[in-house]
């Protein structure tokens, strides 16, 4: 028998291209399965095969775990057990018993066992060979359609491109060679699933990446793309050498180069922007074909106001917000269309809100509280801090004036400090008429942040006796009542 085996793993290897060691462990869970059949059902039977002999021993094996956690007494044993003198803790102690004859097992068992193994090293093979080239672009037939979802060959491989990856409205057919970007790689039953996207951005990147040679020259970045699939996209370009036009180098000679992406787009319409480092001039470019009037940049709030006269107005938007929308993810910045007289107004509104601040707050009158807003300051901070020798620069102000401003200012903001230190948090109402609190407990924890029974379920009881004197039982009946809701 045990040249019978050395022969078969011999040829099982040669024929399937694999290495003897996957044979060999397939083989040994095929007499695996076929000994425990003699058992009950959860015992622990493995095989070893001598790779040189072809000889082969059964054992039964436990393996050692804390006695709490065990849940297979067939398999599973403690440390304090006779057998696990001497062992460490997830060590594997081994019983030989009787081994079945290998020409009683049955072979198609065996068979199925070791063919399902080799096609899994196979499969995994390939999959490995796939990655290690790189390939984000991939293009492959339709083989066959599965609730929606199309299963694509690629070369020895099947990949999925699920129906929500699919352009919507496009007609897709067995047969049909498409194209795809390779989304992510899902595991499975059968193994790691190539998940494919023809909706990514990405995607859009890919295919002028195909189509224009001076990006992959280097001549040419692509800086960020954006989607609306099926219907519009935008992608931003950036030029690395001066003689060339990014924006028709993309669109190619008689729009060749951007139609055949827009073919392989099921018609999708793509504006290439040109890419600006001024985030503002950038903002300018993505909007088009709307023209931007002005532009309002709040770096805190990451947002950009854009104002547009009526007439641009419907453009700027787009269908359902679909231009400003795919501007603002091609740039990154939040966008908010005004049109001239909003934004007018708006600005009327905040430089009133300014100047009122700086009348309240600096005791200052009206005239010096307009000074300050057009000379470019919106807070009580900045009038603090800004150096010295830029606000003397101010023709209409003095170096005394100046210096009375800054201590104004200061003491404006020591002052709202003080106070909001000294502001306390009321208790909310479940946590006051909560059993066993008191008034005085539920006023100490919301002045630490705990203002209700939510925030106070949240809590550990070492967090809770931290906070307040209470004994431990005390603070755990506390908590407990808290996170009651929890379990309604």
């Known amino acids: 028998m045990s040249r019978?085996?050395?022969?078969?793993?011999?040829?099982?290897?040669?024929?399937?291209?694999?290495?003897?060691?996957?044979?060999?462990?397939?083989?040994?869970?095929?007499?695996?399965?076929?000994?425990?059949?003699?058992?009950?059902?959860?015992?622990?039977?493995?095989?070893?095969?001598d790779k040189e002999s072809g000889e082969y021993q059964s054992f039964q094996c436990w393996t050692i775990i804390p006695e709490e956690l065990i849940e297979n007494p067939d398999a599973e044993i403690s440390p304090a057990d006779k057998r696990a003198q001497g062992?460490?803790?997830?060590?594997?102690?081994?019983?030989?018993?009787?081994?079945?004859?290998?020409?009683?097992?049955?072979?198609?068992?065996?068979?199925?066992?070791?063919?399902?193994?080799?096609?899994?090293?196979?499969?995994?093979?390939?999959?490995?060979?796939?990655?290690?080239?790189?390939?984000?672009?991939?293009?492959?037939?339709?083989?066959?359609?599965?609730?929606?979802?199309?299963?694509?060959?690629?070369?020895?491989?099947?990949?999925?491109?699920?129906?929500?990856?699919?352009?919507?409205?496009?007609?897709?057919?067995?047969?049909?060679?498409?194209?795809?970007?390779?989304?992510?790689?899902?595991?499975?039953?059968?193994?790691?699933?190539?998940?494919?996207?023809r909706t990514d951005p990405e995607f859009l990147k890919r295919l002028f990446e195909l189509e224009v040679p001076e990006i992959e020259e280097g001549l040419l970045e692509i800086m960020s793309a954006s989607r609306d699939p099926g219907l519009r996209s935008k992608i931003a370009v950036k030029g690395n050498d001066q003689?060339?036009?990014?924006?028709?180098?993309?669109?190619?000679?008689?729009?060749?180069?951007?139609?055949?992406?827009?073919?392989?787009?099921?018609?999708?319409?793509?504006?290439?922007?040109?890419?600006?480092?001024?985030?503002?001039?950038?903002?300018?470019?993505?909007?088009?074909?709307?023209?931007?009037?002005?532009?309002?940049?709040d770096e805190d709030k990451h947002s950009m106001d854009l104002a547009v006269s009526e007439e641009q107005l419907a453009q700027a938007i787009g269908r359902g917000g679909q231009n400003i929308r795919l501007a603002s993810e091609l740039t990154g910045w939040e966008l908010n269309i005004l049109t001239e007289e909003e934004s007018d107004q708006k600005t009327k509104d905040e430089y009133a809100s300014v100047s009122q601040l700086f009348i309240e707050k600096l005791d200052v009158d009206e005239d010096v509280a307009d000074i300050l807003v057009q000379e470019g300051f919106s807070t009580i901070e900045e009038v603090a801090y800004v150096p010295i020798?830029?606000?003397?620069?101010?023709?209409?102000?003095d170096e005394d004036t100046v210096t009375e401003l800054r201590s104004r200012a200061t003491a404006a903001i020591l002052t709202d400090a003080i106070a909001k230190e000294e502001k306390v948090a009321e208790p909310a109402e479940d946590l006051l008429s909560m059993d066993g609190m008191d008034a005085d407990m539920a006023k100490l924890l919301a002045s630490k942040g705990v203002v209700s029974m939510e925030d106070l379920a949240e809590l550990a009881a070492d967090e809770l006796l931290d906070l307040v004197k209470v004994d431990e039982e005390k603070a755990k009946n506390l908590i407990m009542t808290a996170r009651a809701p929890w379990f309604v």
């Not at 085996?5 to 869970?29: S, Y």
């Not at 060749?256 to 001039?281: F, H, K, N, Y």
């Open 87 to 197: 062992k460490l803790e997830n060590e594997v102690i081994k019983e030989p018993i009787d081994s079945v004859e290998f020409g009683r097992i049955g072979a198609q068992a065996a068979k199925q066992v070791i063919l399902q193994k080799v096609r899994e090293a196979e499969r995994e093979q390939i999959l490995n060979d796939f990655l290690a080239r790189d390939e984000k672009l991939v293009s492959g037939q339709i083989r066959r359609m599965e609730r929606g979802n199309a299963i694509i060959e690629i070369g020895r491989l099947d990949a999925v491109l699920p129906r929500e990856q699919m352009i919507p409205k496009e007609n897709l057919r067995v047969g049909d060679r498409i194209r795809a970007i390779l989304l992510k790689i899902d595991d499975s039953i059968r193994g790691p699933q190539l998940v494919l996207s």
């Open 4 to 49: 019978e085996i050395l022969l078969l793993v011999d040829a099982l290897a040669h024929e399937k291209n694999v290495g003897r060691d996957l044979i060999f462990t397939a083989l040994e869970l095929a007499l695996a399965s076929a000994t425990k059949k003699k058992y009950d059902a959860g015992v622990d039977i493995r095989v070893e095969i």
């Open 243 to 297: 003689r060339l036009d990014p924006v028709g180098t993309c669109v190619g000679m008689r729009g060749s180069r951007v139609q055949a992406v827009t073919g392989e787009l099921a018609g999708e319409r793509v504006d290439i922007v040109l890419w600006s480092i001024e985030p503002a001039q950038f903002v300018i470019n993505a909007m088009a074909p709307a023209e931007v009037s002005s532009i309002v940049v």
């Open 389 to 397: 020798d830029e606000m003397v620069q101010i023709a209409a102000f």
